[in-house]
């Protein structure tokens, strides 16, 4: 399977985004979702895992709602990032408030892992102290300690309160990691394969693809680091892996039936798989070496002589060798 087989092509450095990713989507769809801050507004939902440094995506989930008739899910915060970070081990995990729990921290903890995150104003395990914003100054810190975690509200701007939670609590290193699925986003959107469609099936196998080639890139260049260095043409990486791909699938069906544009395709890459033809065409044009009342551009590719269409012969490349 393909979400299966991104863990193992790639290891993350030290720090890893969770967050979720909004494939746009407006057909019908029984776990569409509305999401008022993503650009898109409205699509499905997927929740990302993907290395901060090179924005791979790691682990993908798709969002597919709760039964119908069941209860809401309780802690899905916490159970969404215990499945992304599954296999990781000595990483720091970066989540905004929709993850971030203190049960959380502590389970990531036991598994080895370092939790930064940004934590909601409702949580029952927040200290009185630090919920209140009023009485306090703008750009100051109030930090709460424990054995293994650290509580930190900061005070950004007048009656704005924000709450990190984290092992080494740090908002530079919060606010560096926290876009790492938004990046990924931006990186995939600039060459994306993605079409109008109402078929949902359809628009997420567009997004497969568009993660597939970004992933690509990201192995490749890892692979080889002085590839494109000053210039990393992603793009024309694309078009040659996906001209290698389809390749043999134009030359298999090249004896079938097909359509006249499907023939062009074919005709152009026999043509190219065939080297030079027996006749060339030049730009000047002269006199038929064999009748003088003519002038052509095409010459012969053995005496270099122009020949006319009356004095040359077509030739298919099995029978020229």
């Known amino acids: 399977m393909w979400t299966h087989r991104l863990p193992m092509l790639f290891s993350p450095f030290s720090d890893v985004c969770v967050d979720e990713q909004l494939v746009p989507f407006r057909g019908r769809c029984s776990f569409k979702q509305y999401m008022p801050k993503k650009p898109a ?67 990531l903890l036991r598994r080895k892992l370092a939790l930064v995150g940004t934590i909601h104003r409702n949580k029952p395990e927040l200290p009185p102290n630090l919920l209140q914003a009023r009485a306090r100054a703008v750009l100051s810190s109030t930090f709460a300690f424990t054995k293994t975690h650290t509580l930190v509200s900061y005070i950004p701007r007048r009656g704005r309160n924000v709450l990190l939670l984290s092992k080494t609590p740090q908002s530079r290193h919060y606010n560096r990691c926290k876009g790492g699925v938004d990046n990924l986003d931006k990186v995939v959107a600039t060459y994306s394969c993605r079409r109008r469609t109402n078929r949902w ?27 494109q260095q000053q210039k990393p043409y992603r793009r024309r990486l694309i078009e040659e892996v996906g001209e290698m791909l389809v390749t043999p699938h134009i030359k298999k069906r090249g004896c079938l039936p097909r359509s006249s544009a499907a023939a062009t395709i074919m005709s152009d890459l026999q043509g190219a798989a065939a080297g030079p033809s027996l006749i060339s065409e030049r730009k000047s044009r002269r006199q038929c070496h064999f009748c003088m009342d003519r002038r052509v551009c095409s010459t012969c590719c053995k005496c270099g002589n122009f020949t006319c269409k009356d004095h040359s012969l077509s030739i298919c490349s099995p029978c020229s060798t």
């Open 201 to 227: 099936p359809l628009a997420l196998f567009h997004n497969l693809v568009d993660i597939s080639h970004y992933n690509v890139y990201v192995l490749w260049t890892s692979i080889e680091p002085s590839w």
């Open 41 to 107: 507004k409205y699509g499905i939902k997927i929740w990302v895992n993907c290395d901060v440094k090179s924005s791979y995506a790691w682990r993908l989930q798709v969002y597919t709602g709760k039964a119908a008739g069941s209860p809401s899910e309780v802690n899905q915060g916490m159970r969404v990032v215990l499945e992304m970070t599954e296999g990781l081990q000595g990483h720091i995990i970066t989540c905004d408030n929709l993850f971030t729990s203190f049960a959380l921290a502590e389970e």
